[in-house]
């Protein structure tokens, strides 16, 4: 079974943007038939530890991090 980007954000409870850097990182794989086409992302893929996949990507931050200063009272 395979997603769309759309589809494995919400699989994975993440923003597209966060699907989108796994996938820049080359942690993710995305297939495309055409250029323009849906990507198409393996359900199985996407059922590994989310958490070892935001871990292993340079520059993904966790789902329920806020960035330094826009926490109150820190």
């Known amino acids: 079974d395979v997603a769309t ?3 494995a954000a ?3 409870g993440v923003s597209d943007t966060t699907i989108t850097r796994l996938v820049d990182a080359g ?3 995305k ?5 323009f086409a849906p990507w ?3 359900i199985a893929d996407l059922d590994e ?3 070892d996949l935001v871990h292993d990507a340079p520059g993904v931050a ?3 991090e806020a960035p330094a200063g ?3 009272g820190a």
């Open 62 to 64: 966790e789902v329920d």
């Open 40 to 42: 198409e992302i393996e």
């Open 10 to 12: 919400r699989h994975c």
């Open 70 to 72: 826009l926490v109150h």
């Open 31 to 35: 297939k495309q038939l055409v250029p």
């Open 49 to 51: 530890s989310l958490d």
């Open 5 to 7: 980007l759309q589809g």
């Open 27 to 29: 942690i993710l794989h």
